[in-house]
């Protein structure tokens, strides 16, 4: 070690650092080093913390520098001049390829580390030096001891001979500290943007706690966090400003009020592509455009049939508005007109069940809605569907299936409690054709649904249950159906109930580890008149962003078969609308 | 004395919108410096004024060709802070070994985050002397304040769309790369700009 650059370093490190004086003298090292109190040389010892070792380099460029805070500068000014086998260490560096005659750990306990890097670091001896491979044990005994830092450093005593040291210390955090403004003083800890009193005491007695102390950006910034916790509708920032003197900051928390939840939210968007290994593709688009307050949605569907018993294409358009005068009136208009193709299978049913309605070839429906919010959460709407049914050739003419409309919904976002997300949604839906809205069928069709997520980490369950009836004669696309994408996954609709059913329940558990998850589907559709038969399906999906993949097998059936499900699908999975 | 200085053997290499980087054979590793190469840019800059400290990632990767897979790959993270009451920025290694540096203009601390980077010369194989290679520098300073979720009423929307197809670009515009090549090894070692 060139004694010269070492002193260089400390001479440097000493002028910054008041009151330390460092003189040398000979061929060795003998240091005569004034610290000030709180760098006091001592013998260097396993114990002694706040030492770190690393390369500090100035801005100017002047000197390259060894340094592990100063008991470190004096430990190895130490090493230099005491220790015996770093006798009269010479002038210049080490060559490289000299052989190395010792190699030893300081500063730590050998037998801390792995018998491979010791047995590693005692073969040093016999080989001939190299620094990049002295580096590269240094950096793993940091690897095996992330506490503590490592430098390796080769002396050539006056033999030539080489001799290895492996220099190491422990580290602390703010040794680490990342923010070069650590070392000043928090002269004063301001925060704006929310009255103090809204904090807890003990949060402020934590924020005062800052006062007078080096500034300790993890502290500053658990206390930021802290700070967001207790004022949920506020964001939270953290600067930091100059003090009124030289070397002092001030700690600035800045709140700002978050924009309050929206009493009303627009309609959750529909959108799915989806293979299904019985049923085909399909295809449901609605993409909303608009503002903050307004939206208009083109809505698309090709050969989509993943809801309802019918395969349907066509398009239509949706307004929305959510703030009619106030946030807690909203309306919404849509008007879609599509094309329907029939499966044999549900044909065939109708044919054997002239009670339910007949099927048509095109549907053109118009939903007009008003919308009120009790809260953020809680919300009514309600409106008319006037749909226009066009027989299915031979037949002719059509038929209205005018329908009164009411539902409640309730939102939940989601909410974080110790780690762990919520999120729920319920609704309850009425539907009633009735003659005084010149409707030709007159039904009744109730639906509630309920979906619960729960998520802690990677992992997450959910759980979605529905259920509803139908009184009446209600038209085909009211019909209840189950064994799809969502469904009775593994089942097919057509196969249970080809021409849908009045009665309906499903539930569904399913529980995710990150984006793979096994599921268990129960459920039931039926008509009044008949036995309701509960069928259970199982498999794994797996989903990434809006793209699934999912494999569903029927369980209480004689006929064991795998059905295969594919697609995308904006939203919450699960939480589709029916 | 082993530990040889090897003299830099300087090559001019790419320039692309004043951007130029240099790459030299000291020792047994393989330098860059780069001049024009601003990673400390637009929100990150805002923060660091803000007495908080940033991490830039840096990497340097060779390659065989443009365009063609890595041969092999450098990386370093860094985290720079700002000194409020020197105006200097600061810099200390985050990966790796413990390294740091202070009292810096911005330019000054970018400039030594890049010379951090070093390639073995054996990590590069046959490439240099016998064959060319080109060299990749890439920056990329971690978002620490993610961009705000979309409306949560707002479901599939355009807007929405759009916000996921531009978090790409919002994540480019702290994300840079530099490519700079053809370089071999000049005789002892230095690297030297290869005529294309």
Redo the contacts between chains.
């Keep these: 070690m060139p004694v010269g650059f070492v002193t260089r370093i400390i001479s440097r490190a000493a002028r910054r650092t008041s009151g330390m004086k460092l003189t040398t003298s000979s061929d060795n090292v003998r240091s005569n080093v004034a610290w000030p109190a709180a760098h006091r040389c001592e013998p260097w010892s396993r114990d002694a913390d706040r030492d770190?070792?690393?390369?500090?380099?100035?801005?100017?460029g002047s000197a390259l520098a060894v340094t592990t805070g100063m008991k470190t500068l004096a430990l190895i000014v130490t090493l230099l001049a005491t220790a015996p086998q770093a006798a009269a260490p010479t002038q210049?560096?080490?060559?490289?390829?000299?052989v190395i005659v010792s190699a030893e750990v300081t500063g730590f306990d050998i037998g801390r580390l792995s018998p491979g890097l010791r047995q590693e670091i005692r073969d040093l001896v016999g080989t001939p030096?190299s620094?990049?491979r002295l580096?590269e044990l240094?950096?793993r005994i940091?690897a095996e001891r992330p506490g503590y830092?490592a430098a390796a450093r080769a002396f050539t005593d006056p033999g030539g001979r080489v001799r290895v040291v492996f220099i190491v210390g422990r580290?602390t955090d703010r040794d680490?500290e990342?923010?070069?403004?650590a070392r000043?003083v928090v002269e004063h800890v301001d925060i704006t943007g929310v009255p103090e009193s809204e904090l807890t005491q003990a949060l402020r007695d934590e924020v005062d706690a800052l006062v007078g102390q080096r500034l300790d950006?993890d502290e500053a910034n658990r206390l930021e966090a802290r700070m967001e916790g207790e004022l949920p509708r506020y964001d939270v920032r953290?600067?930091?400003?100059?003090g009124s003197e030289?070397?002092s900051?001030r700690l600035v928390y800045e709140a700002t009020k978050r924009e309050p939840?929206?009493w009303?939210?627009?309609?959750?968007?529909r959108?799915t592509v989806v293979y299904h290994s019985d049923q085909g593709w399909g295809s449901y688009l609605?993409?909303?455009?608009?503002w903050r307050d307004v939206?208009f949605t083109p809505i698309v569907a090709i050969d989509h049939g993943d809801d309802l018993i019918e395969d349907y294409s066509g398009f239509g358009l949706r307004f929305e508005t959510?703030k009619m005068g106030t946030e807690r009136l909203g309306a919404s208009l849509e008007w879609t007109s599509f094309e329907q193709d029939w499966r044999g299978a549900t044909l065939d049913a109708l044919a054997l069940d002239p009670a339910i309605p007949p099927p048509y070839e095109d549907r053109m429906t118009l939903t007009p809605l008003v919308r009120f919010a009790f809260s953020p959460e809680l919300s009514v709407k309600a409106g008319v569907s006037i749909s226009e049914l066009d027989a299915l050739p031979p037949a002719a003419g059509s038929m209205m299936a005018n329908a009164a409309v009411a539902s409640i919904d309730y939102d939940r976002?989601q909410e974080a409690a110790s780690g762990s997300t919520h999120d729920v949604h319920a609704s309850f839906g009425v539907r009633a054709g009735s003659r005084a809205l010149e409707s030709d069928l007159v039904y009744t069709r109730y639906l509630g649904r309920a979906w619960y997520q729960y998520g802690w980490g990677t992992h997450r369950v959910h759980v979605t249950a529905m259920a509803g009836g139908i009184t009446g004669e209600a038209p085909l696309f009211e019909r209840f159906a189950l064994g799809d994408s969502t469904t009775l996954r593994g089942w097919d609709k057509f196969d249970i109930s080809p021409a849908g059913g009045d009665r309906m329940f499903h539930s569904s558990v399913e529980y995710g580890y990150r984006g793979v998850g096994v599921f268990l589907d129960l459920g039931s559709v039926w008509d009044e008149a008949d036995d309701p038969r509960v069928r259970a399906s199982t498999g794994l999906s797996f989903r990434a962003g809006?793209a699934f993949v999912a494999v569903g097998f029927p369980l209480n059936t004689d006929n064991l078969t795998a059905v295969f499900m594919i697609g995308l699908r904006?939203?919450a999975g699960l939480r589709v609308q029916r | 004395m082993a530990l040889v200085v090897v003299a830099l053997v300087a090559g001019a290499a790419a320039r692309a919108s004043g951007q130029t980087l240099t790459a030299s054979a000291a020792g047994d590793v393989l330098t860059i410096r780069v001049a024009g190469f601003d990673f400390l840019t637009g929100e990150p800059i805002g923060r660091l004024k803000d007495g908080r400290s940033v991490r830039v990632e840096l990497a340097v990767t060779v390659l065989a060709e443009a365009g063609r897979s890595p041969v092999t790959t450098s990386r370093q993270t860094f985290a720079l802070s700002y000194d409020l009451w020197e105006e200097r920025f600061a810099v200390r290694t985050v990966s790796g070994r413990s390294q740091s540096i202070s009292h810096l203009s911005q330019a000054a601390a970018e400039a030594w985050c890049v010379e951090q980077l070093a390639v073995p010369l054996r990590a590069l194989g046959v490439l240099g002397r016998d064959r060319p290679f080109w060299l990749r520098l890439e920056s990329r300073v971690p978002n620490a304040d993610a961009a705000a979720e979309p409306d949560e009423g707002g479901g599939f929307t355009l807007q929405a769309l759009i916000d996921a197809l531009s978090r790409r670009r919002r994540s480019d515009s702290s994300t840079r790369a530099l490519d700079a090549g053809p370089f071999r090894l000049g005789p002892r070692g230095g690297a030297t700009p290869s005529p294309r």
């Design positions: 770190i070792l690393e390369t500090q380099t100035f801005g100017d210049t560096p080490v060559p490289e390829g000299t030096l620094q990049d580096n240094a950096a940091e830092v580290s680490r990342e923010n070069v403004n000043y950006s953290r600067r930091i400003r100059r030289p070397g900051i939840p929206r009303l939210r627009f309609e959750p968007s959108t609605d993409l909303g455009i608009g939206r959510r976002p809006p904006a939203g």
